[in-house]
């Protein structure tokens, strides 16, 4: 299972932390996890946001987010999260984490939403940035 948490109507300027809570997956060969988050806007393409590798040191940024994002994991909780700073419309729409099973442990995964690689998705969380 694959959970978001977060989110909700943020003012811009504001800031949001989205968790992403990974459970029941079985464990077989390969049994590192890449996570990601991606985002859906209205009317547009699922893109790419952030990604991080199974041993949390090797991150991607999309460059709409870079620089005021930070994407962080406990692998003892199995959770991801996502803080993006400095919020303005167009960070608008449903965030989504998903997991990708990888054979090495720096491997962050891509930041296309459509490469296979990206098994498991979880429902999304609303990302509402408002006045």
């Known amino acids: 299972h694959v959970v978001e948490s977060g989110g909700g109507l943020v003012r811009p300027g504001g800031s949001t932390t989205l968790s992403c809570q990974v459970s029941?997956?079985?464990?077989?060969?390969?049994?590192?996890?890449?996570i990601g988050w991606f985002r859906q806007a209205p009317g547009k393409e699922r893109e790419g946001v952030a990604c991080?590798?199974?041993?949390?040191?090797?991150?991607k940024y999309s460059g709409s987010v870079e620089g005021r994002s930070t994407i962080s994991r406990d692998n003892d909780k199995n959770l991801v999260t996502l803080q993006i700073d400095n919020l303005d419309a167009e960070d608008t729409g449903v965030y989504y984490c998903?997991?990708?099973?990888?054979?090495?442990?720096?491997?962050?995964?891509?930041?296309?939403?459509?490469?296979?690689?990206?098994?498991?998705w979880g429902q999304g969380t609303q990302v509402t940035v408002s006045s």
């Open positions: 998903a997991v990708a099973r990888v054979y090495l442990s720096w491997y962050a995964g891509t930041l296309d939403p459509n490469l296979p690689e990206w098994n498991y």
């Open positions: 029941g997956i079985a464990k077989f060969s390969p049994d590192y996890y890449a």
């Open positions: 991080i590798s199974n041993h949390g040191r090797t991150t």
